[in-house]
Structures are given as C-alpha cells and as structure tokens.
C-alpha cells in the first residue's frame, strides 16, 4: 500500500539554544529542568575536553566543566548569560574560572601552560612580523564583533569549532541545508565587515584613497 501525503509526518528540528535559554529562564519548571538536560547533553562532552586541557587531571576538569555550567546557570537566570548558542559562552567561562582558580591555591591543579593561554596573558614574541600579525587580527575582531549574534555563532561553530551543518542544525533550530545557508551569508557578511574596517582606518596612504570607496 502506498502512503498518501496526509501519511508523511515531517522530521521534527530540535529547539535552537535561544529558545532553551528562554525555557530556563522563564519556563514552567518540567519544562527549564528539560531544557537545562538538553543543553547539558549538546555541551558536556565539548565543555568537559576543554577543561581537561586546563587542568592537571580529569577530576579537576570535572569540576571547572561544573563549575562553568553553573556559573552559566546563574548568569541566565539573572537575565544575562548566552543569547544564542551556549558553546562559545561556556567556553569563555572555563577560561574565567581557570583565571580565577589561578589566584588562588586551584592554581596547583591547573595546566602547567595555563598561564600563556589565559585571558590578557602577554604575548611571548615581539618585532614587525608580530605587529602586522596583530594589527590584522585586530582587523578581523572588530569586523567579527560588527557581526549579528546569531552570524558570529555560526562562523565560530563553522569555522573555528569545525562542525559540520548536520551537528550544528539543533543548536540553531534550522535544517542542515538552513545551517549551510546561515553560514554562507554569515561569511559574506564577515568579509565585508572585514573590508568596512579597512576603509574606516585612519592609517591609510593618501594614494589609496581613490581606491577604498570600491
């Protein structure tokens, strides 16, 4: 027997993180614990590797993992915290806690390199080579945070975490293809906010005047 089209039922897409968020923050409480495993499940792998390599051993990752999910938990329900996908924001968070933890007596348990790869910590090289290197980085974090929210997540998902359409569709609540077009125009988007910030600095030789416009 053939199906009719009233037989097809369409694939469900899971809930994007913002609308998690939301559930956390003001949902019936069934549905905030719910939407609190959920995010637990899509992040704790990726939360708990980060923290192992901020750490000495894997109990101490254990507890910075915890320890940034409940500071994360905390930041939400006070009305702050992840606009939009949790990964990026709980990420920043181990690395504020490690900072933390590196003040006090914690600091025995973290990595040995920790210190090099904290926030603010001084950079080891010097010279021109390492100036232009900056100068353009800081070209493309200023054109990156022109960026809509939702554009910086799918570029950071897409590009620096490596994900492929498939595993990023629940965090965005789209399908694959979605995802692929999200990414594309984020890419776009980043280009020619990268380009914007390049005309607007106001080191530019006079001969390139003529030319910026373009």
Excluded: N
């Excluded at 495993?37 to 704790?44: A, Q, T």
């Excluded at 590797?49 to 938990?73: G, K, M, N, P, V």
């Excluded at 007596?105 to 080891?124: G, I, Q, V």
């Amino acid at each position: 027997m053939s199906e009719s089209a009233t037989d097809y039922i369409a694939p469900r897409i899971p809930l994007a993180d913002a609308d998690l968020t939301a559930r956390v923050r003001s949902g019936p409480p069934a549905a905030a614990a719910a939407a609190l495993d959920e995010l637990y499940r899509r992040y704790r792998t990726s939360v708990l590797i980060y923290a192992r390599s901020c750490t000495q051993d894997s109990h101490t990752a254990e507890d910075l993992a915890a320890e940034a999910f409940a500071r994360t938990l905390r930041a939400v329900r006070g009305g702050t915290g992840p606009k939009g996908p949790w990964r990026p924001y709980l990420i920043a968070t181990i690395r504020r806690t490690a900072a933390d933890w590196a003040t006090t007596a914690r600091r025995t348990e973290l990595a040995a390199d920790l210190e090099t790869r904290l926030p603010d910590a001084p950079m080891a090289a010097s010279g021109e080579e390492l100036m232009l290197v900056q100068e353009d980085a800081d070209l493309v974090r200023r054109a990156f945070r022109r960026l809509p929210e939702r554009w910086q997540s799918a570029l950071w998902h897409s590009a620096v975490e490596g994900q492929a359409p498939g595993t990023m569709a629940p965090l965005f609540g789209l399908s694959p293809s979605g995802v692929t077009s999200l990414v594309a125009r984020a890419r776009q988007g980043l280009r020619a906010a990268y380009l914007a910030e390049q005309v607007a600095g106001e080191a530019s030789p006079e001969e390139c005047g003529g030319f910026l416009g373009r």
